[in-house]
């Protein structure tokens, strides 16, 4: 009995030291993985749980104009960050805060959601503080656990309001924008741009941020702001060197706000081959208030001004082009060889035209006479215009004009550029009232700029660029042009030539005669949109000089009734522009008054019981009877 005990006894303690042998080689194993083989990997996660991550943001590249001066650099600024171990903490010392400095109850809110959305790093408070914030906070730092002041580049826009919409803002990217990766490498807290060429161009202008090491305790609590751990220093931005002629650009802000403080509008300045000179939109709003965070109660300012200061009107706003729009019926014209610049057609301007039951008006009661087309070109002449519409024919207008880019963005480097309004074929009328429910009276309208047609700005300068130059459209730049093909509007040199000229005797002794052009040889046209919702806006784009033109410059007004009343401010920007590139243009003097120039009432379009007597509309032009302008 006691032998087989001891027998039992030897089994059990040699399977006892097997196992605990076993055991101790499994721990000997583990430890030796875990001090030896991964010894890296646990220094990181101790490093994680004592340091904490604080970005780094990289100043931003310039903006330059052409000639290398600055229109967005960056200073010195203070950014002020919370650490804190939970959001209730969070939110003690954030009205603690609150007591110090000013911080409403929605910024507070929205520093907790930046909490939530990255716990493990400092919760952005105030970016771009004021150096008086920064300095109370500092004076009571002990009653506010976990703050963090850095010194950090601050966006800078020595143009202010002048430059608004041309480089538009900058703000912090949203979760949304991050979970759509909107603006690539961005991380919570990158700074990107919102509007203009800081959005266009954000990838190149931001950079890359940096990363610095921030201590704290077991309970998230800050120990020390900087330790002696690696940090990633942060890489600026590419500067961008743009087309723009920054002088020329606050000329047209102290001009407009001189003479125009309550007007509407938008005004464009480029080179023939594209170049944009300078971009302005009015009213405007100051970019540098949207630096650190723009208050609530000012951009709900903004966002419900009837004015729409935030909006682009250079290339969002679509208005009639109007009278301007002439010159693409001219072209069509000339290409299809309908018409020449001596040609007169069969009716002679009464002050409107008879087509069918309807009488459609001319912006001159007593009428023109008899023009050829650079007469009426000159003399803004409706009635010419509505038959030579009708002699082109509705299809080809719409087929050209869409050729022409009138139904396309431009391709600007400038972002959210609006689409214009123009009818790709007479589709568009079939769906819009019904295959029965519209005539070729359509035609008349468009002839004129009116109608289904609304224009941006932008599309239009590029149109005037093109009459300017050598007859190619291409897409106007302030960067870089875009690889968007160019469109030839099919004129040979003596038909630009003829158009120049009948733009030039538009300043020289027709609707543009009291701009003050003449002294600088400016060709233009002008232009009253009708505009159902209150007065007339009114168009003016023109180019000098004319044989030779080295600038286009054209403006669109709210409620200025008369395109007449739009040249005399162009003129002076031309006239400054070549002034600038010749002093001494500048010794002689240049007086300019307004005139009226009217627009033709709003016209029906709907059907009509009569149909215009077509062969007549058709036969030859007649010859001679009036003697050509210049």
Known sequence: MSAFTS????????????????VFLVLSGAFFRTQVLEVSAYRMQSQKNRLRQVMLLAPRGEILDRDGRVIADNVPGYTVKLFAPSRDSLRAVLERMGR?????????????????????QPAVVFTGAPFETVSRLEEHRY??????????????????????????????????????????????GSIVGRDGLEEEYDSELRGTDGVQFTEVDARGRMVREEVAAASLAPIRGLPIRTTIDLPLQLY?????????????????????????????????????????????????????DEAKPLMNRAVRGTYPPASPFKLALTVMALRRGVARFDTHMPEPCRGGFQYGNRFFRCWKPEGHGSLDLAGAIRQSCDAYFYQLGLRLGLPYVLEQGEKMGFGDRTGIDLGHEVRP???????????????????????????????????????????????????????????????????????????LAGIRDALSDVVQRGTAAASGGREI????????????????????????????????????????????????????????????????????????????????????????SLRPDTARLNRPPRRGGAIRPR
């Open 521 to 608: 040889d400016m060709a233009g046209k002008t232009g009253t949109a009708q505009n159902p919702h209150g007065p007339d806006h009114g168009w003016f784009i023109g180019f000098a000089p004319a044989d030779n033109p080295q600038i286009v410059v054209g403006s669109i007004m709210e409620f200025k009734l008369h395109g007449s009343i739009v040249a005399p401010y162009v003129a002076k920007v031309i006239r400054h522009y070549l002034t600038e590139q010749n002093p001494e243009m500048a010794k002689s003097p240049v007086r300019f008054s307004t005139v009226e120039d009217s627009v033709t009432a709003p016209m029906d379009i709907g059907p009509d």
């Open 252 to 304: 047209i802000d102290s001009l407009w706000n001189a003479v125009l403080p309550e007007t509407r509008g938008a005004m464009v300045a480029m080179t023939p081959k594209g170049e944009i000179l300078a971009l302005y939109s009015a009213p405007a709003f100051d970019p540098n208030d949207f630096i650190g965070g723009i208050p609530v109660d000012k951009w709900d300012g903004l966002m419900n």
């Open 100 to 120: 110090l400095v000013a911080i409403d109850s929605g910024g507070i809110e929205a520093v907790i959601r930046r909490y939530v959305q990255a716990p493990y």
């Open 421 to 495: 309004m123009w009818p790709a074929n007479t589709a568009y009328y079939d769906r819009l009232r019904g295959p029965r429910g519209w005539t070729n009276a359509v035609t008349l309208n468009l002839a004129i700029g009116q109608g289904e047609n609304a224009q941006t700005l932008i599309n239009m300068m590029r149109f005037y660029a093109a009459l300017a130059g050598d007859g190619t459209l291409a897409a106007p730049y302030l960067v870089r042009r875009t690889d968007s093909a160019t469109i030839s509007l099919g004129l040979d040199s003596a038909q």
């Open 143 to 188: 009653a506010l656990p976990g703050l963090v002041i850095q010194t950090e580049p601050k966006r800078i826009y020595t143009g202010g309001r002048a430059v608004a919409h041309l480089v538009g803002y900058v703000g912090e990217v949203s979760e949304d924008e991050l979970k759509r990766e909107r603006f690539g490498n961005a991380r919570m």
């Open 7 to 22: 027998e039992r006894l030897r089994e059990r303690t040699t399977i006892a030291r097997v196992v605990l042998a076993l």
